[in-house]
């Protein structure tokens, strides 16, 4: 199990290689900055320390819960561009509707219960805090 | 007791400053949030509305009535917005 909270890009490929090794599926989902509204890029402010142990609690959880092999999660914070990725989970386990299943709950858990804080940047300068959605909060209700 | 409080985005700006430190008696987070109001009208304003505001207690997500003795770090913010 990996977890890692960094303002650099990742290397998706390089992080794979050899992820999941021995087991039967491996699920892998990339969120990217979307160009919403002219939207030139986000920030993203976090929680040094609580940001990691949260994260690891929840990919803790999930290889408890869906007997995964592995988990990796990734996640920036500081300025990202419109386009770039800002986050990433991969799940390994012997078949695939578990891995499946970790990887939606992991993204769901991450929403709302991760300590970050996205503001949006467009040409003309910082705009306001992204409100959290009250349909991110439900969606925990599904596990 | 000493406690470092921490704010985060939108209640960081309010208030004017990432984090400070505190001596208070407050036995739970209710006590400490009416404590930090009347530090300033900034404090005051940013956590009026407590429906809008998080805390996490030693780093551990937590509610009002969360008890502090023996806390080192209490941190404010809004609804997180990660992923």
């Known amino acids: ?88 989970v991969a799940t390994a386990a012997p078949h695939r509707r578990a891995a499946f299943d970790a990887a939606d709950f992991l993204m769901d858990w991450l929403k709302s219960r991760a300590p970050f804080w996205k503001r949006e940047i467009g040409p003309e300068g910082p705009r306001g805090w992204v409100a959290a959605k009250a349909e991110d909060e439900a969606a925990l209700d599904r596990w | 007791m000493t406690i470092d409080v921490l704010y985060f985005a939108w209640l ?36 009026s509305d407590l429906s809008a505001v998080r805390v996490a207690v030693d780093q551990r997500l937590g509610d009002l009535d969360a008890p502090l003795p023996g806390a080192r770090e209490v941190a404010f913010f809004p609804p997180m917005t990660g992923g």
């Open chain 1, 1 to 88: 199990m990996r977890v890692l909270v960094q303002p650099e890009p990742f290397d998706a490929a390089a992080l794979l290689d050899g992820f999941g090794a021995g087991a039967g599926a491996v699920v892998t989902f990339t969120g990217l900055v979307r160009a919403d509204d002219g939207l030139v890029a986000l920030e993203l402010e976090h929680y040094p320390g609580m940001t990691e142990a949260a994260l690891t609690q929840h990919a803790q959880a999930a290889m408890d819960r869906f007997a995964l092999t592995d988990a990796l999660v990734v996640h920036r914070h500081g300025r990202i561009a419109a386009g770039e990725p800002i986050m990433m």
């Open chain 2, 12 to 47: 960081r700006e309010r208030i004017g400053v990432p984090r400070e430190r505190v001596d208070t008696a407050a036995a739970t987070v209710r006590d400490l949030v009416a404590e930090l109001s009347a530090r300033s009208d900034w404090h005051a304003a940013a956590l």
